[in-house]
């Protein structure tokens, strides 16, 4: 009796978690986590955080992992609508952190609503495709950027670029998953490329100027290209085989700005070097292979176009973070999944993790 009630929990826990997806999770969050102690050696309490944001988030991912899709959508149109008003509420009562208003506050703590829509847009498009699934034309593409443009607006303007990014490619995936026509794609980046004259006169001074010091950081090397120069020697200064763990001069001697959190590839890279590079770039590959797989297994356009936007969106996180420290492109504020300090960024990607398992575990045996 008390072995099948064991064997009942035991399933119970289990069932629903993909192996291999919470595996390559686990491997990625141990670098993370080693990272983080090393770029905060001298207030280690950060990596005691880090800790307790990883057990919060999966737990987030072992709860969403137990919801089959079906369950998943009714929350995409409350999640989104919810996330709108918060990013409404922001400019009204929104707390400013240096120069941004970001934050909402709760009297216990703060919260960044632009993190729920990484989750609520494709959740919203997902479950708008979904429903029109038998007759979709022009105008449910049209009505769907709408509904992406939106958020995407009222987050740009707090100003936070990174995140409006990372949600406006979360939303575009879904739309090019659901069937957006090439000559579409093609007129879309030509209207961008014609755009960015006038694009380029509505952004802030510090955009422009880290666009400018993208090109030449030499620039500016105690200002706007202080960064990417000190980003850059860290990563180079690595070699093929890394300095060792807690061993980092351009760590421990802060150069590296914002070390645990949006430059932690730089610290990594001095500390680890090129294999330690080969090894991360290779766990990520395997983290978006395995999301596709599931993504091509998945028995209904919802699930398909979701867990398709999920795993793309992993990819965004790394290109983008890899691609600003490595001084390719601007520096925009990504973290880097599962390895920079945060909360509210980590529980989100946990949650795109059980989303995928949830997609995984609930999907329906198709009849040959």
Not at 157 to 183: E, S
Not at 258 to 282: K, P, Q
Request: proline share 5%; glycine share 8%.
């Amino acid at each position: 009796m008390f072995q099948q009630l064991l064997y009942r929990l035991r399933a119970r826990l289990v069932d629903h978690i993909d192996g291999p997806l919470l595996t390559i999770a686990l491997a990625l969050m141990a670098f993370g986590l080693a990272t983080v102690y090393s770029a905060t050696y001298d207030a280690n309490n950060r990596a005691l955080s880090q800790l307790l944001n990883m057990c919060v988030g999966l737990a987030a991912m072992w709860a969403v992992a137990q919801l089959p899709p079906q369950k998943l959508m009714r929350f995409a149109v409350p999640l989104y609508a919810i996330g709108v008003v918060l990013l409404v509420l922001v400019y009204i009562v929104g707390v400013k952190v240096n120069g941004a208003r970001r934050w909402l506050p709760l009297g216990f703590t703060r919260i960044q609503p632009a993190e729920i829509l990484k989750i609520a847009m494709p959740l919203m498009l997902a479950w708008y495709f979904h429903k029109n699934e038998a007759a979709l034309r022009a105008r449910h593409y049209l009505i769907a950027c709408l509904l992406l443009l939106v958020p995407i607006a009222l987050i740009a303007r707090q100003p936070d670029l990174g995140t409006a990014i990372l949600v406006g490619a979360a939303g575009f995936y879904v739309i090019f998953f659901a069937g957006l026509p090439w000559k579409v794609i093609v007129s879309m980046i030509l209207a961008c490329a014609g755009a960015a004259p006038f694009v380029w006169t509505v952004l802030h001074d510090y955009q422009r100027k880290r666009i400018l010091t993208l090109i030449d950081p030499t620039t500016d090397p105690l200002g706007a290209g202080y960064h990417i120069i000190q980003s850059t020697i860290a990563i180079g200064s690595g070699g093929g085989f890394g300095k060792g763990w807690l061993e980092g001069t351009q760590t421990h001697l802060e150069f590296i700005p914002e070390r645990h959190t949006d430059f932690i590839f730089a610290v990594f890279s001095e500390e680890h070097g090129l294999l330690g590079n080969s090894i991360l770039v290779f766990l990520y590959l395997l983290l978006i292979a395995r999301g596709l797989m599931i993504t091509a297994n998945a028995s209904t356009l919802f699930a398909r176009v979701l867990g398709g936007s999920i795993t793309l969106t992993f990819f965004t996180y790394a290109f983008v973070n890899m691609g600003m420290v490595s001084g390719i492109l601007p520096v925009v504020g990504v973290p880097l999944p599962f390895m920079s300090y945060g909360g509210t960024a980590l529980v989100t990607l946990f949650l795109g993790l059980g989303i995928l398992m949830s997609i995984h575990s609930h999907r329906m045996l198709v009849k040959k």
